[in-house]
């Protein structure tokens, strides 16, 4: 923890001429796609994850390049590989250098260590 008299940055001073509006409970707009999802991204919640096989020319990669998304991949650097631990609750996937190989060979690498990884599509 920061020492108190550490807690206020004496480097950031609030400028007089800008001034922020912060708006709150302001509704989501509707959701205005015409087609139904292959993925079922309406019964998923924060902390929910969905295994997508990526391979060159599927869609989601294809729109992936298209809005030209980043791709990121963050776990405990000190676990990689991580293997399959077959209880089917975990990982189902080898999550290898392999994997992060073809995944960077998509698009372009902006950042790789261990099990840590970007790329840009």
Do not use: C
Not at 31 to 39: G, L, N, P, T
């Amino acid at each position: 923890m920061r020492p108190p008299e550490k807690i206020h940055d004496p480097v950031y001073e609030k400028p007089s001429e800008v001034q922020f509006k912060i708006d709150k409970d302001i509704p989501l707009p509707p959701d205005m796609r015409s087609r139904v999802s292959k993925y079922p991204w309406g019964m998923m919640e924060v902390g929910y994850s969905l295994f997508i096989p990526m391979e060159e020319g599927d869609l989601i990669i294809e729109r992936a390049k298209e809005w030209g998304a980043l791709l990121i991949v963050s776990n405990v650097l000190d676990f990689h590989p991580i293997k399959i631990d077959n209880t089917g609750w975990n990982h189902i996937r080898l999550i290898d250098d392999d994997l992060y190989d073809s995944i960077e060979a998509m698009g372009t690498l902006v950042y790789r260590n261990k099990s840590n990884l970007i790329v840009q599509f």
